[in-house]
């Protein structure tokens, strides 16, 4: 378990500069990508005309390093950890980007316009996780002993969210939302693409965890002592930070205070049970699918029990409990029905005697 692999070091006086020159580059690759589509479409392939086809993007990135700028975070020396949770987030989407894009080729689906698809999932899974976590935490943000802003003095805490306060299913249903509304726009067939990102998300979930796990969030309750695979977790976890700022600490920490007791590593469950899935989904489901729509509903059916029971050993009650139930059961009751609606309503709009897609 490592939270933190190391700190990346800028300067006193280059945390402008370095916040411009992230502007820049992340506008050129953004262009360069543009023109290449063009080209590949016939279309003009200049780089103005390419920025101005991405100024959203341009656009929100600026905001953002105008907020930091002038909110004056940038000035002093900026000590950046490298987080292992943070670390695994980004390979599970560049991997999931190339396990995509290279399902796109072989179903004739356009790659380039698959890459720019999951630069805005990216962006409304972070923004859907963080709005489902405030709004099953709506005290901690809005109540009479609300904290209004971070550690920083300026930052307001609804944004803050590398304190914690990341859930997937908020994620994940901001991510399809925002799906659906780029290929709607783009005039790509919903059901066919999602088909072949689902696999990725399943992936990337799996990596996630892995990157939960190593922070110590989203922990399990506490275990029975003969529990072979029972985990404890240190000071600078997640988990430790939030049991010893509980009224009984002891309840959930060893008696000598250096870990937590033992807990179930749900982290862990989730995260090989969607490594299942994902074999399931590309090795038995994809090469047999019989109707478009069938990839993503199998996932929303499979992951749906899949969390209902791993939701059975969590102990993070700040997730939310409602009616006895956690929130996330309730939303994974909620999934398991539109996967099930999916899946009717999908094989039913197939014509009889149709191929296999």
Known sequence: MLPVLFHVVIPAGFGKLA?????????????????????????????????????????????????????????????LPLHTYGLLIASAFLVGIWLAQ?????????????????FWILVAALVGSRVYFILVNWGDYFGPNALVATAFGRIP??????????????????????????????????????????????????????????AGC????????????????????????????????????APDRLTTLPLHPVQLYEAFGELAIFLVLVAVVRPRKAFHG??????????AVLRTVVELFRADVERGVVRGLGVGQWTSLAIFAVGAALWARARQRREPGAAPA
């Open 19 to 79: 916040a411009a020159l992230a502007v820049v580059v992340i506008a050129v690759v953004r262009a360069v990508a543009w023109v290449r589509q063009a080209r590949r479409e016939g279309q003009p392939a200049g780089v103005l005309a390419a920025l101005r086809q991405d100024a959203t993007t341009i656009g929100v990135l600026a905001v953002v390093a105008g907020a930091l700028w002038r909110a004056g975070i940038l000035d002093g020396e900026i000590r």
């Open 102 to 118: 290279r399902e796109a080729r072989r179903r004739g689906q356009d790659p380039e316009r698959l890459a720019d698809l999951a």
């Open 157 to 214: 805490r609804l944004l803050a969210f590398w304190e914690g306060g990341l859930v997937f299913y908020g994620g994940f249903i901001g991510a399809a939302l925002t799906a659906w509304w780029y290929m709607r726009r783009h005039r790509m067939p919903f059901l066919p693409y999602a088909d072949t990102l689902i696999p990725s998300v399943a992936f990337g979930h799996f990596l996630g965890r892995l990157g939960c796990f190593s």
């Open 218 to 253: 989203c922990w399990g309750g506490v275990a029975h002592g003969h529990l072979p695979w029972a985990v404890r977790f240190p000071p600078e976890s997640l988990a430790y930070q939030t049991f010893a700022g509980r009224e009984n600490p002891a309840a959930f920490l």
């Open 294 to 303: 069938q990839v993503l509903a199998t996932w929303l059916l499979a992951y």
